[in-house]
C-alpha cells in the first residue's frame, strides 16, 4: 500500500545541508563529540541509558506541553483569519451524538463506498513484472477488484535484427538501470510512475465504478505524482496529465462528495497542529491548493509568534522570510480551493 499524501515539492536531487549549529540545537551535543569514539560506550549501560531516555522522554513531553498550549492559544484563533481560508476553517467539537449518526446515516448504510490500491513488483535481469491492484468495497459487503500488469524488458526486438547490435544495445539500456532491488530515480517506470498509475486508478474506480453517493479514497485527492503526470512524456504530450485533468475535474467539480484520508501525514506542521487537539476535537485548516505553498504555514506560526512576545513591534516592511504582516492582520493572499484540507484527532 503507498500513500498519496507526499509532500508536493519534488524532491530535490541533493541532500539539504545541515550546520553545525543546527545539529548542535537538534540532538543537545556537537557533531564532533558524537563522532569522537570516547564519548561512546562499551557495553550495554541498560541503567545509564534508561535514565538518559527517562530524561528525554520528560523533558520533550514538557516542552511539547507547552507547545500545545500555545498551538491553543495563539494558533486556533487565526485559522480563520487567514486570506482565502476556507469558509468553515476553524476547530470544532464533535460529539458521540453526532458520530453515531453518521455511522447510521451514511456508513453502516451503503452511502459511502471506498477504493484503496497496492503495487508489487518482481524485478530480475531479464524480466520485471510490476502488478497494480485497486479494491472497490463498502459496508454491504460488495466489492469490484481490478489489476494490471505490466512485464518490462530492458529491450525488445523485432525479427532480422543484427545480434551483435541488439546486445550492444541491451548493455547500453542496462548500464543506465540500477541494480536489482535498488531504487533509482531515473529509471524509466520509476516509483513515481508506478505511483501515478495506480493514484490514477484509484480515483478512476471511484468515480467511473462507484455508485454510493460518497467516495472514500486513501492519500490526497490530488497527489503530487498525478498533478506533475510522474513525468511520463508521449511525444509533447503527457497522457496520465491529461486524463487526471479530465477525471479530477468530474471527481472534484461535478460529483463533489469525496473524502481522502492519508494513513499517515508527512507533513510535521500538520501533526502539531492537530496533536494539539483534544479527543474529539477537528480543525478545518486549509484548502487543497494552499496546502501547495507551505508559506502560509511559517506566516501563521510567525504571525502568532509576533503577538505573542511582550512589546512586539509591528512590521511593515519584508522580514527575513519575505512575509509582512501586522499582529493581527491577513495572511499574504493565497489562491484558494474548493477542497478544504481537515485534521482529526483520535481519540
Known amino acids: 500500500m503507498t500513500d498519496a499524501a507526499t509532500p508536493y515539492p519534488a524532491p530535490e536531487s541533493q541532500p539539504p545541508v545541515i550546520s553545525g549549529d543546527e545539529f548542535r540545537e537538534q540532538f543537545g551535543e556537537n557533531l564532533t563529540d558524537t563522532l569522537d569514539l570516547r564519548t561512546w560506550q562499551q557495553g550495554a549501560d541498560l541503567a545509564g541509558l534508561n535514565r538518559r531516555l527517562q530524561s528525554e522522554v520528560t523533558d520533550a513531553v514538557a516542552q511539547e506541553r507547552d507547545a500545545v498550549a500555545f498551538i491553543r492559544r495563539e494558533v486556533f484563533p487565526r485559522l480563520a483569519k487567514q486570506q482565502d481560508a476556507p469558509a468553515q476553517a476553524g476547530v470544532y467539537q464533535a460529539t458521540p451524538d453526532l458520530i453515531q449518526r453518521a455511522l447510521r446515516n451514511s456508513l453502516f448504510n451503503g452511502c459511502v463506498e471506498a477504493c484503496d490500491g497496492t503495487v508489487a513488483e518482481h524485478d530480475t535481469l531479464v524480466l520485471t513484472v510490476t502488478q497494480l491492484g485497486v479494491c472497490l468495497v463498502s459496508y454491504h459487503g ?34 543506465g538501470r540500477s541494480a536489482i532491488g535498488v531504487a533509482d530515480p531515473h529509471d524509466t517506470l520509476s516509483e513515481l510512475a508506478r505511483r501515478g498509475i495506480m493514484g490514477y486508478a484509484e480515483r478512476a474506480v471511484l468515480l467511473e465504478q462507484s455508485s454510493a ?13 498525478l498533478l506533475t503526470g510522474a513525468g511520463v512524456m508521449s511525444g509533447s504530450s503527457m497522457p496520465l496529465l491529461d486524463a487526471t485533468a479530465k477525471m479530477l475535474r468530474a471527481l472534484v467539480l461535478e460529483h463533489q462528495q469525496f473524502i481522502f484520508v492519508p494513513s499517515t501525514i508527512a507533513d510535521r506542521w500538520l501533526m502539531t497542529v492537530g496533536d494539539a487537539l483534544r479527543p474529539l476535537e477537528y480543525a478545518i485548516v486549509e484548502t487543497a491548493e494552499r496546502r501547495m ?5 511559517a506566516a501563521i506560526m510567525g504571525e502568532a509568534t509576533r503577538s505573542s512576545r511582550p512589546n512586539s513591534s509591528r512590521t511593515s516592511g519584508p522580514t527575513s522570510s519575505s512575509v509582512s504582516f501586522e499582529p493581527d492582520a491577513a495572511l499574504p493572499h493565497r489562491p484558494s480551493s474548493p477542497i478544504p484540507t481537515t485534521y482529526t484527532r483520535r481519540q
Do not use: C, M, N
Not at 150 to 173: A, C, H, M, S
Not at 213 to 225: C, D, K, Q, T
Open 293 to 297: 505553498a507551505p508559506s502560509s504555514r
Open 142 to 175: 460488495e466489492q469490484l477488484t481490478l489489476s494490471q500488469r505490466l512485464f518490462r524488458r530492458d529491450l525488445r526486438i523485432g525479427v532480422g535484427r543484427d545480434p551483435k547490435e541488439r546486445v550492444r544495445e541491451l548493455l547500453e539500456r542496462r548500464l
Open 213 to 225: 453517493p460518497w467516495r472514500l479514497g486513501h492519500g490526497s485527492v490530488a497527489p503530487y505524482e
